[in-house]
T-cell receptor
Framework: DTGVSQNPRHKITKRGQNVTFRCDPISEHNRLYWYRQTLGQGPEFLTYFQNEAQLEKSRLLSDRFSAERPKGSFSTLEIQRTEQGDSAMYLC?????????????FGNGTRLTVT | AQSVTQLGSHVSVSEGALVLLRCNYSSSVPPYLFWYVQYPNQGLQLLLKYTTGATLVKGINGFEAEFKKSETSFHLTKPSAHMSDAAEYFCAVRPAKAAGNKLTFGGGTRVLVKP
């Protein structure tokens, strides 16, 4: 178990630019989640995948956001035309499918700063 | 729909004193409940979880939490605080019968431990 890996750890970009983040889940986990966390707040759900299928998207996920998990392994989260309000920590988590009590295992996040 | 309220965004305790972090939830169906800890610039680490069975659950680092259905609470305690307990703590809920393992988090409580 090597844990959930996220890259990059930090990203600074100018408003209007596109950014892409990558998440590598724990290898045997078939569920993968994206959360956003702003300073002083709890994580907010964005979207989740079971294998390659994106099963749920939050209303927080505007049209500028897109997530993929093409082969059911790693996932990418892209933000187009970034805005200052997109500045946050983006957390990825993975879990096993099961009875619902499988905990989420989180990566260390990607901190995005939009200037 | 479910929600989580953590009373007190900041808690200050002396080393060796009791740590008590409060969490109340709202859920239309029986929930699964979780506590996570987050150290600076890191992801979230699972402390403990309640799914079914014994309502007093023990976790890592000497923490425990008690599920009280009548009070819709899941407060986290540790008898004796250590300097290494300084971190942010998040309570999270998931409906037991819901599809997917998506968690809803509270706003977090930051713990400061004074020597």
């Amino acid at each position: 178990d090597t844990g959930v890996s996220q890259n990059p750890r930090h990203k600074i970009t100018k408003r209007g630019q596109n950014v892409t983040f990558r998440c590598d889940p724990i290898s045997e986990h078939n569920r993968l989640y994206w959360y956003r966390q702003t300073l002083g707040q709890g994580p907010e759900f964005l979207t989740y995948f079971q294998n390659e299928a994106q099963l749920e998207k939050s209303r927080l996920l505007s049209d500028r956001f897109s997530a993929e998990r093409p082969k059911g392994s790693f996932s990418t989260l892209e933000i187009q035309r970034t805005e200052q309000g997109d500045s946050a920590m983006y957390l990825c988590a993975s879990s096993l499918t099961g009875t619902g009590n499988s905990p989420l295992h989180f990566g260390n996040g990607t901190r995005l700063t939009v200037t | 729909a479910q929600s989580v309220t953590q009373l007190g965004s900041h808690v200050s305790v002396s080393e060796g004193a009791l740590v008590l972090l409060r969490c109340n939830y709202s859920s239309s169906v029986p929930p699964y409940l979780f506590w996570y800890v987050q150290y600076p610039n890191q992801g979230l680490q699972l402390l403990l979880k309640y799914t079914t069975g014994a309502t007093l659950v023990k976790g890592i680092n000497g923490f425990e939490a008690e599920f009280k259905k009548s009070e819709t609470s899941f407060h986290l305690t540790k008898p004796s605080a250590h300097m290494s307990d300084a971190a942010e703590y998040f309570c999270a809920v998931r409906p037991a019968k819901a599809a997917g393992n998506k968690l809803t988090f509270g706003g977090g409580t930051r713990v400061l431990v004074k020597p």
